[in-house]
């Protein structure tokens, strides 16, 4: 089984183009994923493929800094570079259907959630049970 989930950041815009006869959308683009804790942490940084209006999706409510979940499969593939050097690439195509979810509106930030939490005063007026 090929079956990959993560959640993440955008580390940058996506990328919209158009590919083959058919000019089928494809969006790309990395997401940071952060794993363990303290002196443990690490960030990976995963590049995501997404076809068809998921990717127009994704580049029209999404910009660097978004979070969002992403479903999909490990995909390796390989070309030539110019000097005739195989080159190998390691991505997560995204499934065509719900591979793609948005975990913040298009306007929100961590910051600005950071900063309205903070201006947030606790009310304990002592008649609340629990």
């Given at each position: ?37 303290g ?57 065509p ?34």
């Open positions: 089984m090929n079956k990959s989930i993560l959640i993440g950041r955008l580390t940058n815009d996506a990328n919209l183009s158009h590919v083959g006869e058919k000019q089928t959308a494809k969006a790309t683009f990395n997401i940071a994923v952060n794993d363990g804790y002196e443990n942490a690490k960030v990976y940084y995963i590049p995501i493929v997404v076809w068809g209006k998921s990717a127009e999706s994704v580049a029209n409510y999404t910009r660097k800094g978004s979070k969002v979940g992403i479903a999909g499969k490990i995909v390796t593939r390989s070309y030539d570079d110019p000097q005739g050097i195989k080159k190998y690439i390691t991505e997560v195509v995204a499934d259907v719900n591979g793609v979810e948005f975990l913040e509106n298009k306007n929100s930030s961590s910051n600005e959630n950071t900063k309205l939490n903070a201006d947030i005063t606790p009310v304990d007026n002592g008649d609340m049970p629990f």
